[in-house]
T-cell receptor, first 115, second 113 residues
Framework: DAEITQSPRHKITETGRQVTLACHQTWNHNNMFWYRQDLGHGLRLIHYSYGVQDTNKGEVSDGYSVSRSNTEDLPLTLESAASSQTSVYFC??????????????FGPGTRLTVL | AQSVTQLDSQVPVFEEAPVELRCNYSSSVSVYLFWYVQYPNQGLQLLLKYLSGSTLVKGINGFEAEFNKSQTSFHLRKPSVHISDTAEYFCAVRYSSASKIIFGSGTRLSIRP
C-alpha cells in the first residue's frame, strides 16, 4: 500500500543546531507540503512543492528550507534551531492541483523539541 | 482575507448523543471544503469533502456535513457519537482563486461515557 512516512518520529535538539526532518511518500504525488501544528493555531503551512525542483514558501517559512530532488522526498531543514520551533511537524502529499487532487495524505508527524 | 474559523476549540458530548462541529469561512464565489480528523498521536486523515453538487456530503464513520453558501458554513454532524470518535477535527478550505488549503484551528471532540 502507498504511504507517507516521516523520520524521526521524535527529536530533541539544542538551540543553534541544524536539524533535518525527512518525509518520504510512495503515492507518486506531485505535491508535497510541510506543516507545523501548535496548540491554538491548527496547522500552518511552512513550505510546499508542486514537483521536482519546485519549492515555495508558506505562511511561516522563516528559519526553514526545503529541497525537492525527486518525487518521493521533501526534507525539511531547520538552519539554526530555535526554541520557537518546538512543535509537531507534519508532511503531506496530494496528487495534483486539480479538483480531484485536493485530498492531502498526511504522515504520522515528527515531534521536535528544541532546548 | 481568506480564512476559516472553527468557533469551538473543545466540544464535550455524551456517548450516543448527537454532535455538531461548526466551521465558517470567509466569503468567496467558489470554495472547496474539507473536514479532516486527527486521532491521538496520528496524522490527519480525510473525513469528507465538498467540491460541487449536492450540499449534503456524507463521509466515513457516519459523519456528514452540509455546505451552506448563504451562511458561508460547513458544519460537521453525527447523529450518535461513540467513544472511538474522540479526536481533533479540522475544517479546511481551498478558495478557487488560490492553490493552497487553509486549515482551521481545530475542535477537540471528547466523548463521555
Amino acid at each position: 500500500d502507498a504511504e507517507i512516512t516521516q523520520s524521526p518520529r521524535h527529536k530533541i535538539t539544542e538551540t543553534g543546531r541544524q536539524v533535518t526532518l525527512a518525509c518520504h511518500q510512495t503515492w507518486n504525488h506531485n505535491n508535497m507540503f510541510w506543516y507545523r501544528q501548535d496548540l491554538g493555531h491548527g496547522l500552518r503551512l511552512i513550505h510546499y512543492s508542486y514537483g521536482v525542483q519546485d519549492t515555495n514558501k508558506g505562511e511561516v517559512s522563516d528559519g526553514y528550507s526545503v529541497s525537492r530532488s525527486n518525487t518521493e522526498d521533501l526534507p525539511l531543514t531547520l538552519e539554526s534551531a530555535a526554541s520557537s520551533q518546538t512543535s509537531v511537524y507534519f508532511c503531506a502529499s496530494s496528487e495534483s492541483m486539480g479538483i480531484g487532487g485536493d485530498t492531502q495524505y498526511f504522515g504520522p508527524g515528527t515531534r521536535l523539541t528544541v532546548l | 482575507a481568506q480564512s476559516v474559523t472553527q468557533l469551538d476549540s473543545q466540544v464535550p458530548v455524551f456517548e450516543e448523543a448527537p454532535v455538531e462541529l461548526r466551521c465558517n469561512y470567509s466569503s468567496s464565489v467558489s470554495v472547496y471544503l474539507f473536514w479532516y480528523v486527527q486521532y491521538p498521536n496520528q496524522g490527519l486523515q480525510l473525513l469528507l469533502k465538498y467540491l460541487s453538487g449536492s450540499t449534503l456530503v456524507k463521509g466515513i464513520n457516519g459523519f456528514e456535513a452540509e455546505f451552506n453558501k448563504s451562511q458561508t458554513s460547513f458544519h460537521l454532524r453525527k447523529p450518535s457519537v461513540h467513544i472511538s470518535d474522540t479526536a481533533e477535527y479540522f475544517c479546511a478550505v481551498r478558495y478557487s482563486s488560490a492553490s493552497k488549503i487553509i486549515f482551521g484551528s481545530g475542535t477537540r471532540l471528547s466523548i463521555r461515557p
